[in-house]
């Protein structure tokens, strides 16, 4: 597939930038894949291959005044939002050093001083949060916009369609992604979403709906710049729904037997990291050198952050009754 | 100075006093303005329950009017109060818990503990409960048990106009997420309420009316009905301590221990259902904890494991009532091995 629309040049670094978030949410997830198979690795994960255009292309155009707020699937909107993979890893390994002190795993990320509202546990559970958020920047007017991203699953969801409506009625700087990967678990968005697009629904709550070629950094970039030059300047919300394929299964151990070959293709001809790569240095606006550059850099930085997670201690007893009331 | 207003001003007052001191109060619910912007229909209602009445005027921006999207406005004071606000945000009616639960007991609850301390969330949810108005089985529940079970919730039962401002108010300054429950019949009951602001902390139980016989200990309208009792039981020589929890979350164990160990009786009246209910709680505590003190079987006064009616004649029997607290007091100062 070739890019045949004429998009906003990027920088060096907002290009570099782009290109490092989708890497290393590539190598992260990869790497937790095959950690996982190791048995050391507790719980659920839920792995966000194969869609980082979505996180690295909205949160390219997020600054310290915006606030997010995640899904279960929430490891590539993290990294994507400058959370320390290391903190993240040692998150997933339970340890005491984790960024939420082993008290979340890796549904429960979160890290409020990036604007990170949380991964979140409950589907459908971030967009009413992220209304809050978005009333916050408006009352205090620091131009701040929040952006909910939630899957073909959460689109169905009372409380995302609730959402809509209230950052409608009120007017709020709010971004609501649908992150449509084509099954919730292992039900397809084809047969449990019964508008033709998730985006079709935007209309019904008074807001522009846009639909993304997930895979597409930079078809992600322009249409998010977009809602969210929108969402600053007063001009409300916006639905932008992604379409893409996720390359791992529901959850870690996941059969997936309900899908083909479809991942392959995908890994083949669409994959967003070999089409930025492909794109950038077709038209010479970064070298190959310097995207091996940053695969090395990565991969060094995923190594020493499942190394130090592995290392690191276990929270102990004295943790089990602590941070549930600020006061009590 | 204090001087007589109902437990509606006196919510009002402190609504109106926390958001004069603090600009991060932000106000929400239905029918708050009646529809903003909605010629003739702005600040309509001041809410349902009337309590929000002239603020909307009185705090441009700061009084906002939902759509009835429980899950929505509710989950939107959670997440403003991440993002630096101190939202009180109006559940019309305790039912309706049951289409925006989730924002409270998995998202507000949980934050602080789920992201190891890092997540600050002071949203306050007022919300209205309890039998008495013929309002029937969807508008009639107590259900604060459910919000005590939850670790991260405060839960706040004022039951007289003092307590109901000065709760409040420290809700409203409290950094913790509190569920802030108020008794539809108790909106008009007036009482003393100082002038100027006060906040009463949480975990202190207050002893109503002191005695030696029998403990009592209840919370929210149930502190009338049982003072209602321990007042005619007085003049047949029973002198019952009346105790007042106000809050079930954080909760005074001490005050409660403390009066069994004195008076080797406890009888526990509270309006909800009588399972996992505070009544059982407060049972086992003393159970577990002043067992050698009792002299007498625990008594438990609740409404029956029953929807509420909506009939006259069967509301009167579904809520305890003053007769019923008497009795059980009865049993337990009677009561022989």
Redesign the interface.
């Given at each position: 597939m070739t890019d045949t629309v004429e998009r906003k040049a990027l920088t060096r670094e907002q290009l570099l930038g782009a290109y490092r978030a989708m890497r290393t949410i590539r190598e992260f997830e990869e790497r937790v894949h095959a950690e996982f198979a190791t048995g050391e690795i507790p719980g659920f994960v839920h792995l966000y291959a194969g869609e980082e255009a979505s996180a690295a292309g909205v949160c390219g155009n997020l600054d310290d005044r915006d606030?997010i707020?995640s899904t279960h699937r929430g490891h590539g909107h993290c990294i994507a939002r400058g959370v320390d993979v290391a903190e993240m890893m040692a998150e997933i390994y339970g340890r005491r050093t984790?960024?939420?002190?082993?008290?979340?795993g890796s549904m429960?990320i979160?890290?409020?001083?990036r604007g990170m509202?949380?991964a979140?546990?409950?589907v459908g559970?971030g967009?009413?949060?992220?209304?809050?958020?978005?009333?916050?920047?408006k009352?205090?007017g620091t131009g701040g916009v929040?952006v909910a991203f939630f899957g073909d699953g959460g689109s169905n969801q009372?409380?995302t369609l609730?959402?809509m409506?209230?950052a409608s009625?009120?007017n709020l700087p709010a971004i609501f992604v649908a992150e449509n990967n084509g099954y919730a678990e292992t039900t397809s968005s084809t047969w449990s979403v019964a508008s033709d697009n998730i985006a079709d629904r935007a209309a019904g709550f008074g807001m522009p709906g846009v639909i993304v070629d997930g895979f597409d950094f930079f078809a992600v970039h322009e249409a998010a710049s977009e809602a969210i030059a929108r969402a600053r300047s007063g001009g409300g919300p916006t639905l932008i729904e992604m379409k893409f394929t996720r390359y791992f299964g529901h959850f870690e151990g996941d059969q997936q037997t309900y899908r083909s070959d479809e991942v392959a293709r995908a890994r083949a001809e669409l994959d967003c990291l070999l089409r930025f790569a492909d794109r950038v240095v077709a038209t010479g606006e970064l070298g190959r050198s310097d995207l091996d550059a940053v695969d090395a850099e990565v991969a060094l930085t995923i190594d020493q952050a499942v190394e130090s997670a592995k290392a690191a201690p276990l929270p102990t007893e004295a943790d089990l009754l602590?941070?549930?009331?600020?006061?009590? | 100075m204090a001087r007589n207003i109902t437990y509606r001003e006196a919510l009002n007052e402190a609504l109106t006093q926390e958001m004069e001191r603090d600009p991060s109060v932000i106000v929400m619910g239905e029918d708050n303005a009646g529809g903003e912007g909605a010629p003739g229909e702005q600040d309509a209602w001041g809410g349902v329950l009337g309590v929000t009445k002239g603020l909307y005027h009185r705090f441009p921006g700061r009084v906002l009017d939902t759509p009835i999207s429980e899950s929505a406005f509710i989950g939107a004071a959670i997440g403003a109060a991440t993002a630096g606000m101190r939202p009180v945000a109006e559940l019309m009616f305790v039912d309706f818990m049951g289409v925006c639960f989730d924002q409270i007991y998995n998202q507000a609850a949980k934050f602080r503990y789920m992201f190891g301390g890092k997540a600050v969330t002071p949203v306050v949810i007022r919300t209205m409960y309890g039998a008495g108005l013929r309002a029937a089985a969807q508008h009639s529940q107590c259900l604060y048990p459910l919000f005590t079970h939850i670790p991260g919730l405060k839960v706040v039962l004022p039951a007289t106009p003092y307590d109901a401002k000065g709760l409040l108010i420290q809700a409203i300054r409290d950094n913790d997420p509190v569920m802030f429950f108020e008794h539809k019949a108790l909106y008009d009951l007036a009482g003393p309420v100082p002038e100027e602001s006060y906040a009463l902390p949480f975990g202190e139980a207050n002893v109503v009316r002191e005695g030696s016989d029998v403990t009592v200990v209840t919370l929210g309208r149930m502190v009338h009905v049982s003072l209602s009792a321990a007042s005619s039981l007085a003049a047949e020589g029973v002198e019952c301590e009346v105790i007042d929890l106000r809050t079930t979350s954080p909760l005074d164990e001490d005050t409660v221990l403390e009066s069994v160990e004195g008076t080797g009786r406890l009888v526990v009246v509270d309006e909800a259902h009588p399972r996992c209910s505070i009544a059982t709680d407060i049972s086992a505590l003393v159970a577990q904890k002043a067992f050698g003190a009792l002299r007498a079987p625990i008594e438990m006064v609740t409404a029956p494991h029953t929807p509420v009616p909506f009939s006259n004649a069967l509301e009167d029997l579904y809520i305890p009532d003053a007769q019923r607290v008497a009795n059980a007091v009865k049993t337990v100062t009677g009561w022989t091995r």
């Open positions: 606030t707020a984790g960024s939420c002190h082993g008290k979340g429960h979160a890290d409020l001083s509202l949380g979140n546990g409950i559970g967009p009413p949060l992220i209304c809050g958020t978005a009333l916050a920047a009352l205090k929040s009372g409380t609730e959402s409506n209230l009625v009120w602590t941070d549930v009331y600020v006061r009590y | -």
